[in-house]
């Protein structure tokens, strides 16, 4: 280690995987709550993530939602340092580039590799700069694979990055995928021998079945590569640990629910972000949410939600093309519920328009036409955490006028009304100003509601008010929600539950040599 990395105070251990979504992002939420847990100031840190599920933080930044876990798993405030480098796909081979939380411009995945990316390497440091120096332990989480041949040169998120950080690194495969001895020596034979040095230990994840019966190829893996298999995990299931991108969605119920559950559809766009909005209500006493892409598979749900998306337009004409708007419709004049979430809401008017090709190089798509309001793509983003008040009408909002909530605007379109309609809430907070704005709109019955703000379902109140009001909609009595978890006490809890078993199933006195800090308990 060089004379700057001696005087260092933190020690950082690096999660790199064979490939993409071997469940790198929840070990590494399991290690940070693990040292929270030992009573060490640990912060998460992942160099370039690329996803469309983001988050906001308090002064208005934008950072991958996988980090944002993490830091509460660790104790910590979510800040923007956690993920310098985000890349939000918009198209084909381009991305929204996100640098420090703000964004810098659309670039394809060419011009990225070669002349962006190299530049924020000084970017990346600096940040493990100021980690190494504010903290006792990071944990580093890859992206993808560290043996993509094509894109060694260019790294800026594996093994470059466990160097720069002075990381050990261990190596990640899904045994539940199939192939996990083969992806880790494969893995280790395409890195440079400094690399595979660098590697200290190997964790299978994702195991099903008697252990025993696995310990001849732990043997093996171990004698053939001579790194330790520092543990098995367990494939879980009853945890609810925020995904990072929409891959996790692939898995995602799109059956009818059973009898005395409440039938939820999420129209899954091809470009739906920020899908965690919706986890809150996966998790109620007699709720079941499906994520649906075709009218065959629509049924006769009680609420409907419209996602966020990266590209409203493009995804408007795939909703044209779908048979889905037909279905939507109809379920309206059932007299139904509907909301439209972000780039939902902007769904639900006659048009959205990009004349400056912010997001798509179509200049204008048809709306479903339920409010008279066209949406206008613009160069700045909104980004802020937000305070507000409920002032809509109807069945539902009625009860609920001046409830307040919280959640956070990430959207590039500005929403315009050609006739005077009732908003959904006034925010009264943004970011750290107060402020008089209205958001969003309801419609005349109060059952088709349009907001731009995320994370509105898990307002606690709200939540609840809304199942009730959906089960007397059906002749169902209400749920008594007096002594539910919050989400936040839920969340906390499977963090707790998620170290319980990361931490069973690890050698932690060996992860702790190789990390280099001595093994201590938080004073109770």
């Known amino acids: 280690m060089d004379q700057e990395g001696e005087n260092r105070l933190a020690r950082s251990v690096m999660l790199q995987g064979t490939s ?5 992002s929840v070990l590494a939420t399991a290690l940070c709550r693990i040292f929270y847990q030992d009573g060490l100031a640990v912060v998460p840190f992942k160099s370039q993530n690329m996803a469309l599920n983001s ?3 308090k002064d208005g930044k934008e950072m991958g939602r996988a980090q944002v876990v993490q830091a509460e798993a660790a ?4 800040q923007v340092a956690m993920n310098p480098v985000l890349l939000k796909p918009t198209g084909q081979s381009s991305s929204q580039v996100i640098l420090m939380g703000k964004a810098v411009g659309n ?4 011009t990225y590799h070669l002349d962006y990316a190299p530049k924020a390497l000084s970017t990346i440091q600096a940040c493990l700069d100021q980690f190494h120096r504010d903290y006792d332990v990071i944990v580093i989480e890859g992206a993808g694979s560290p043996a993509e041949v094509n894109l060694k040169a260019r790294d800026i998120a594996n093994m470059r990055v466990a160097k720069m950080a002075d990381a050990p690194v261990l190596l990640v495969a899904d045994i539940d995928r199939g192939g996990a001895l083969a992806s880790v020596v494969g893995t280790l034979a395409l890195l440079d021998p400094d690399e595979q040095e660098r590697v200290q230990g190997i964790i299978i994840n ?5 252990i025993t019966l696995l310990q001849p190829a732990i043997d093996f893996l171990e004698e053939y590569t001579k790194k330790p298999v520092l543990g098995v995990v367990p494939y879980f299931q009853g945890l609810h640990i925020q995904a990072e991108d929409s891959v996790a969605l692939e898995k995602a119920s799109t059956q009818v629910s059973q009898a005395e559950q409440l039938d939820i559809v999420v129209i899954r766009l091809p470009r739906i972000s920020n899908f965690t909005d919706f986890d809150a209500l996966t998790l109620e006493e007699g709720t079941h949410l499906r994520y649906v892409t075709e009218a065959e598979q629509f049924g006769t749900p009680d609420l ?5 998306t ?17 279905k939507i419709k109809d379920h309206v004049e059932q007299g139904k519920m509907l909301w439209g979430i972000c780039g939902g809401y902007q769904l639900l008017g006659q048009e959205i328009v990009d004349p400056y090709a912010v997001e798509s190089t179509q200049q204008q798509a048809p709306g479903l036409g339920l409010f008279p309001m066209t949406t206008q793509m613009e160069a700045e983003k909104i980004t802020y955490q937000v305070r507000a008040t409920l002032c809509g009408q109807g069945p ?3 009860p609920l006028q001046g409830l307040s909530v919280e959640g956070y605007e990430i959207h590039m379109g500005r929403s315009y009304f050609t006739e005077k309609e009732q908003p959904f809430g006034q925010l009264l907070q943004r970011g750290e100003k107060n402020v008089e704005l209205l958001d969003g709109v309801v419609s005349e019955d109060g059952l088709i509601i349009g907001t731009y703000i995320h994370g509105i379902f898990d307002n606690d109140s709200l939540r609840h008010q809304l199942i009730n009001f959906l089960r007397r909609k059906k002749g169902w009595g209400p749920l008594n929600f007096a002594h539910a978890l919050s989400s936040k006490e839920r969340q906390e809890e499977d963090y707790n539950r998620l170290a319980a078993i990361v931490r069973e199933s690890l050698d932690m006195e060996r992860l702790y040599s190789i990390v280099g800090i001595e093994r201590h308990k938080k004073e109770s």
């Open 310 to 326: 990266k590209n409203t337009i493009e995804d408007a004409f795939w909703l044209q093309q779908s048979g889905l708007v037909a």
């Open 304 to 308: 409907v939600i419209l996602p966020g």
């Open 55 to 57: 988050y906001v933080t």
């Open 107 to 110: 670039l394809n995945a060419r």
């Open 75 to 78: 104790g910590l405030e979510p």
């Open 396 to 398: 539902f909002l009625g």
């Open 20 to 24: 993409s979504n071997v469940g790198k």
């Open 206 to 210: 994702k195991f099903r079945g008697d």
